[in-house]
């Protein structure tokens, strides 16, 4: 696309593929409302032109929140000893996902804590078993495995899977992961990668220690991997946690990394996050208009829903998932963008297909 006279060079730059990370890094900073209304409507047209006007709305089952790591800024940390753990049955979640499947969700996104009560063999039964019954494509969002996991949940018929870098900053991952290796991390998203999954990845913004340097490395993290699906959320403190009295992520940080991440990867799928919606009541609404495509309703039940507590305050907790369906279709006509229809493959991932 051709930038408009009135953005700043910075912009001009990154639209034309001819940036740095001094460019990303300025685009992300506070203070010129101008320059970010003009990131924002690029972003905007950039995503009707790729991706069109219509937003998917995955059906997302947190079905454990059990966790065998002690990440510091997730409240389900095994360290968090107030926090009452469930795990769901996989009949449980084959329901949970028919359930998305009926209210029209074209995924189902399975997702949980690194669990490893449920072998491998278990979850690739559960996803047979939805995509037997059900027209929809299964996401899976499970964390660290090894990759003879991935490759049999592959041949289960899972098409895609999440796992999130949060920093690409190997020093400020392994303060935040004790006993985890960035490297591995890169060996599983490889592995995944391999294996011709659609691969997501996403990050948290404002963690204690992280630069919007850091922030801008992150993004060209995230287009080199290349990423199919991105999610970006606020940091948000867990008294649960060690970083329980840091400062939490801001809002419009997190908008400025949404649009960015449209702007560098045009053909794949960004998410408005429920951490966004958390932080701020408009908050997907926001991210939608500036660049994000995705949305993410609960369908898990409302028995373990609030038991999932990455971050406190989480929205839709007490809500039915008919409830947050008619909600999501209210947010997303009132900004005159309409709902997707069918699986909703990365774009992105269906060019690579063809070449």
């Excluded at 995924?107 to 059900?134: F, H, M, N, P």
Aim: proline content about 6%; hydrophobic content about 40%.
């Amino acid at each position: 696309m051709s930038p408009p006279s009135a953005v700043s060079p910075a912009l001009q730059r990154v639209l034309a593929g001819d940036y740095g990370v001094d460019d990303l890094a300025g685009l992300l900073a506070d203070g010129d409302p101008e320059r970010d209304a003009a990131l924002f409507a690029a972003a905007n047209q950039v995503r009707a032109e790729h991706v069109g006007d219509s937003v998917h709305l995955r059906g997302l089952v947190e079905f454990s929140n059990h966790c065998g790591r002690t990440c510091q800024y997730c409240g389900l940390r095994a360290a968090n000893k107030a926090l009452q753990r469930y795990r769901m049955q996989p009949d449980e979640i084959v329901e949970a996902g028919l359930r998305a499947a009926a209210l029209g969700y074209g995924t189902v996104v399975l997702q949980s804590g690194e669990d490893a009560w449920y072998r491998a063999e278990v979850i690739a039964g559960i996803v047979q078993r939805i995509k037997a019954q059900a027209d929809v494509a299964v996401t899976l969002c499970l964390g660290e495995r090894p990759r003879e996991d991935y490759a049999l949940w592959r041949e289960a018929g899972a098409d895609r899977y999440l796992l999130r870098i949060e920093t690409s900053n190997r020093e400020l991952y392994a303060q935040l992961h004790p006993g985890m290796s960035f490297d591995h991390r890169l060996a599983c998203l490889g592995a995944l990668r391999e294996l011709d999954y659609q691969v997501g990845s996403g990050v948290l913004v404002g963690l204690p220690g992280q630069t919007l340097e850091m922030l801008a490395r992150d993004l060209l993290f995230l287009r080199d991997l290349p990423a199919d699906m991105v999610g970006l959320g606020p940091f948000i403190p867990h008294p649960g946690t060690p970083l329980a009295q840091a400062e939490a992520g801001r809002v419009p940080t997190v908008l400025r990394m949404v649009a960015l991440t449209r702007l560098l990867l045009p053909d794949s799928h960004v998410v408005a996050t429920t951490a966004l919606g958390s932080a701020d009541p408009l908050g997907r609404e926001k991210a939608l208009q500036a660049g994000a495509n995705v949305m993410m309703p609960n369908v898990t039940p409302r028995a373990f829903r609030a038991l999932y507590e990455i971050y406190p305050d989480k929205i839709c907790t007490d809500e039915e998932p008919e409830h947050c369906r008619g909600c999501m279709a209210a947010r997303i006509a009132s900004l005159g963008r309409t709902i997707a229809t069918g699986h909703g493959d990365a774009p992105r991932w269906l060019h690579s297909q063809r070449h």
